[in-house]
């Protein structure tokens, strides 16, 4: 079948899955209590749905401090090409 889709036949390694499985069962506790939460790889590598537009009419300047926003005003900034 593998070869039927153009996969590599491969061998499981027991010993790292002894020692993924253990780790599992040690964590099981912090899982249960909230603390740890386990997700699927493919979660990981999956693209969002949306991909998030971020816009401000001030330029965001709402979420600096205003003596940095001074120093950046007054402070004169060579620009290099």
Do not use: W
Request: with cysteine; aromatic share 12%; charged share 20%.
């Amino acid at each position: 079948m593998n070869k039927l889709l153009g996969m590599q036949a491969r061998s499981t390694d027991k010993a790292a899955l002894t020692d993924k499985i253990r780790f599992l069962k040690r964590i099981t506790p912090m899982v249960a209590a909230g603390f740890v939460k386990l997700l699927p790889v493919s979660v990981l590598f999956d693209p969002p749905r949306e991909t998030p537009i971020f816009y401000s009419d001030n330029y965001f300047e709402m979420h600096c401090q205003p003596k940095s926003l001074g120093y950046f005003a007054t402070t004169p900034r060579e620009i290099s090409t």
